[in-house]
Structures are given as C-alpha cells and as structure tokens.
C-alpha cells in the first residue's frame, strides 16, 4: 500500500493562541456562591434568548450540566453537528472548540452561532493552515480528500468529504471498497488507524492532537501491570503503542458506551479527562483511571486535558449571552464549499442509520 507521510515542519501549535495563552484564559476558580450565580444568570439568558447550549464531552462539567438541563446537549462532535442544525432554536451557544462553532454556522447558516471564547481552537486545526493544505491537494489530484472535523472552514471548503471519529472508519472504507485513493488529513495517529483497520490506500498529512499524543504506551502497560482486570478504552487520536494496548477503540461517545455497558469495574480511560464526569454519571458504580501522560518520556503540554476546551466556562458563557458577542462568522462561498463535505458525511451516516434500524427485527425490513 502506498503511504507517505507529508512531513509539515509548522505543526506546532503556536498560532493565533498558543497552548500557553489557552491556559492562561483559562477561567478562574469559582466560589459556590458565584457559580450558582452565574448559572442562575445563564439559565435566565439561555431562556430570554431562546438559545440552546451545544457543549462537548470535554469542557467543564458545570457547562456539560447546564446543557442538558436548558434541553441542549452534551456529545461527540457529530451529534453536535446534528443537534445544531435540527434544533429550533435560532441562537446557537457553542461551549467547545472553534471548529465546532464554524461546523454550527455551515450547517445553519440562518442561525447565530456564539462561543464563550473564539480563540479555543485545536491543534490538528493550526497544524493545518488551508493554504499549505490546497498544495498538497493539488499535487495529488487522484485522491478523494477526507478531512477529520477539526479543521478550518477553509480546509474543509477544499474537502470532498468531512468525518468525526465516530464515522471515519465506515466512511473510508466504504471509499476503499469503490477502488477510492484517499487524501487524509490532518490526524496523522488516527489516518494511520484507520487505514490499518480498512486497508486503504492514504495518503496523511502529518498532525497531532497535542492531547492524545501525549499517552504513553510504556506507562499505560506498567498500568496495565497494576489493574490487569481493567478494561482499556481509548481515542484513536492516540499513538499506535496505546491504541495496541486497547479492548475498545473509538469516539467519545463510543468509549461512554463501552464503560456504561462494559460488566468489567475498572476502566482506564486513554482521552481528555474531560469525558470522566460524563463516564462518572451514566456509570457511577465503575472505577475510572486516567490513562498516564507523564513518565520517561513526557513532554506535557497538556496532561490529557485540552487548554482550548478548558477556556469555555461559566463568566464567559453569560458574557457572550450578554452581548451577543463574540459569533462565529463565516465566508458565504467557503460556506456553500465547506457545507457539501459536512452533508456528504450526514447523509451517510444517516444511510447507515436506517439501513441498520431496518434490519432491526421488529422494526421492519429495509
Ligand atoms: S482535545 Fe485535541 S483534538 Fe480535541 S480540541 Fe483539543 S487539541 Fe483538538
């Protein structure tokens, strides 16, 4: 199979906001009494403006029980992406990463999109600057171009199709078997799980999360050692000697599953600790371990959890309700390009859906 890696040299984070300027925006510590008080405040704004809160597995617990208690919701990106577009609510309230919000605005693009923060960003998004991505797309013209969600408007305006990690391995393999070639970008671990589940032939630009690349397979297995009846779960954004290790591999949604069906008590968790409180609700009487970030080898710039998600809280969600501000805009042409990727990847997995839901006895043949 031929697989090349397209080795970027300005992956680094150091964009518009570095991972040092994420933790230094990051909010402060709230007393109980400010806490209830600003939720108190965001309930009444989230009312008074007829908004719904979007918030992701990894921000702060306090926005993940915000949300579902408004009637929002807390999910994968894809289920955020769904959510966004089919609710009635004409304001969209963000609490997660840029390109969530700019997924938001491509898909409802009637609706206002707001974000506690726009500089919450995501490494795999600055690793992958559109106009170095349009180079590589244009020397390799044969390839249908697969781009993971989190990625710039602009990357995804140049896409033929757009995936989350809960619909990339059907999706390319589904590519692979009609004789596809594709172009992958930009999680290079993740790309690389993929084409060793499906065979594909991919092409892979060279980015990271710099959350998931963190796991140490050499730590994870001493562990390992400690808690041999535990369960292994983990993100495939994780380096190989990790997702090697794992008994379940996938999305966020996927490893909550796996610990609120799994009958095994203990569980380490290769992901943004983000994911725990969530894990901790549905599945209180399980035992969650945080996979090890650190040891010999450990370069943490984030001990498994993500700055830009940590940047979303409380003041700054009742300031962007507040004043409206900051919103998510985006380009009317990227717009239209970006929203064709993002479609392609919804009716798909919506196909998918209802192809299963149809051989579902009881439910009635396709
Ligand atoms: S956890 Fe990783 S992939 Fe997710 S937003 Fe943060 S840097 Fe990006």
Same mark, same amino acid.
């Given at each position: 199979?031929?697989?090349?890696?397209?080795?970027?040299?300005?992956?680094?984070?150091?964009?518009?906001?570095?991972?040092?300027?994420?933790?230094?925006?990051?909010?402060?510590?709230?007393?109980?009494?400010?806490?209830?008080?600003?939720?108190?405040?965001?309930?009444?704004?989230?009312?008074?403006?007829?908004?719904?809160? %979007?918030? /992701?597995?990894?921000?702060?617990?306090?926005?993940?029980?915000?949300?579902?208690?408004?009637?929002?919701?807390?999910?994968?990106?894809?289920?955020?992406?769904?959510? =966004?577009?089919? /609710?009635?609510?004409?304001?969209?309230?963000?609490?997660?990463? &840029?390109?969530? +919000?700019?997924?938001?605005?491509?898909?409802?693009?009637?609706?206002?999109?707001?974000?506690?923060?726009?500089?919450?960003?995501?490494?795999?998004?600055?690793?992958?600057?559109?106009?170095?991505?349009?180079?590589?797309?244009?020397?390799?013209?044969?390839?249908? %171009?697969? %781009?993971?969600?989190?990625?710039?408007? !602009?990357? *995804? !305006?140049?896409?033929?199709?757009?995936?989350?990690?809960?619909?990339?391995?059907?999706?390319? !393999?589904?590519?692979?078997?009609? =004789?596809?070639?594709?172009?992958?970008?930009?999680?290079?671990?993740?790309? &690389?799980?993929?084409?060793?589940?499906?065979?594909?032939?991919?092409?892979?630009?060279?980015?990271?999360?710099?959350?998931?690349?963190?796991? *140490?397979?050499?730590?994870?297995?001493?562990?390992?050692?400690?808690?041999?009846?535990?369960?292994?779960?983990? /993100?495939?954004?994780?380096?190989?000697?990790?997702?090697?290790?794992?008994?379940?591999?996938?999305?966020?949604?996927?490893?909550?599953?796996? %610990?609120?069906?799994?009958?095994?008590?203990?569980?380490?968790?290769?992901?943004?600790? +983000?994911?725990?409180?969530?894990?901790?609700?549905?599945?209180? +009487?399980?035992?969650?371990?945080?996979?090890?970030?650190?040891?010999?080898?450990?370069?943490?710039?984030?001990?498994? /959890?993500?700055?830009?998600?940590?940047?979303?809280?409380? !003041?700054?969600?009742?300031?962007?309700?507040?004043? =409206?501000?900051?919103?998510?805009?985006?380009?009317?042409?990227? &717009?239209?390009?970006?929203?064709?990727?993002?479609?392609?990847?919804?009716?798909?997995?919506?196909?998918? *859906? *209802?192809?299963?839901?149809?051989?579902?006895? =009881?439910?009635?043949?396709?």
């Amino acid at each position: 199979m031929d697989t090349q890696l397209f080795d970027y040299t300005k992956q680094d984070a150091s964009g518009t906001c570095s991972t040092a300027l994420a933790w230094a925006k990051t909010p402060a510590l709230l007393t109980p009494s400010q806490r209830n008080a600003l939720a108190d405040r965001a309930r009444a704004l989230l009312k008074q403006h007829n908004a719904v809160l %979007v918030a /992701h597995y990894y921000v702060d617990g306090l926005l993940q029980d915000l949300a579902l208690e408004t009637g929002g919701i807390v999910s994968d990106s894809l289920e955020m992406a769904r959510f =966004g577009r089919d /609710h009635a609510a004409q304001t969209l309230v963000v609490a997660g990463v &840029r390109f969530m +919000g700019e997924t938001a605005k491509i898909l409802s693009p009637e609706k206002r999109v707001l974000m506690p923060d726009l500089d919450a960003t995501c490494s795999l998004d600055l690793g992958c600057p559109a106009d170095d991505f349009a180079a590589f797309c244009d020397a390799h013209p044969d390839r249908q %171009v697969v %781009v993971y969600a989190n990625t710039s408007a !602009a990357v *995804k !305006a140049r896409a033929d199709w757009m995936v989350t990690s809960s619909c990339a391995l059907d999706i390319v !393999a589904d590519l692979h078997a009609k =004789g596809q070639k594709i172009l992958w970008a930009p999680d290079r671990h993740l790309g &690389r799980y993929i084409q060793e589940q499906t065979g594909a032939d991919m092409l892979m630009w060279n980015g990271a999360c710099i959350v998931h690349d963190e796991f *140490k397979g050499l730590e994870l297995e001493l562990l390992r050692e400690q808690h041999p009846h535990a369960q292994i779960l983990v /993100h495939p954004e994780s380096p190989k000697s990790v997702v090697d290790m794992a008994h379940v591999v996938g999305s966020t949604s996927a490893l909550i599953k796996a %610990v609120v069906e799994g009958t095994a008590q203990e569980y380490i968790v290769a992901t943004d600790n +983000g994911i725990l409180h969530r894990m901790r609700q549905l599945a209180p +009487g399980k035992t969650l371990i945080e996979a090890p970030t650190a040891g010999n080898s450990a370069t943490c710039k984030s001990c498994a /959890h993500c700055p830009w998600m940590a940047m979303n809280g409380l !003041a700054n969600l009742v300031d962007c309700l507040e004043s =409206g501000q900051p919103q998510i805009h985006v380009e009317e042409t990227t &717009r239209v390009l970006a929203q064709r990727c993002i479609n392609r990847m919804l009716d798909f997995t919506a196909a998918r *859906k *209802k192809a299963a839901a149809g051989m579902t006895p =009881g439910i009635g043949a396709a």
